[in-house]
């Protein structure tokens, strides 16, 4: 069994809409949430296969300065002494 690669980023938050509602277009591509309000830091639940994909959508909006400092991180929801 394959599980999601993870990844944060920072977002604008003027513009937190556009990347999720981006992303919700290609289905089954990522799962996206806020990690920390504070410092818009999203988190993004990739699904493997689509990893190029994902990273080329997010790789544009760093270029338009929407996104920015895109991190592959272990899978936080696969550490026992994670809480969730």
């Known amino acids: 069994m394959k599980y999601c690669l993870y990844y944060r980023a920072k977002i604008k938050k003027e513009l937190c809409w556009l990347v999720t509602s981006t992303l919700r277009y290609s289905e089954h591509l990522a799962f996206d949430r806020c990690y920390d309000k504070e410092n818009s830091i999203f988190e993004f639940f990739v699904a493997p296969d ?10 544009k909006f760093e270029k338009h300065g929407i996104s920015s400092d895109l991190q592959l991180m272990p899978n936080r929801l696969l550490d026992p002494n994670e809480v969730v």
């Open 50 to 59: 689509f990893d190029h994909v994902f990273v080329s959508i997010m790789a």
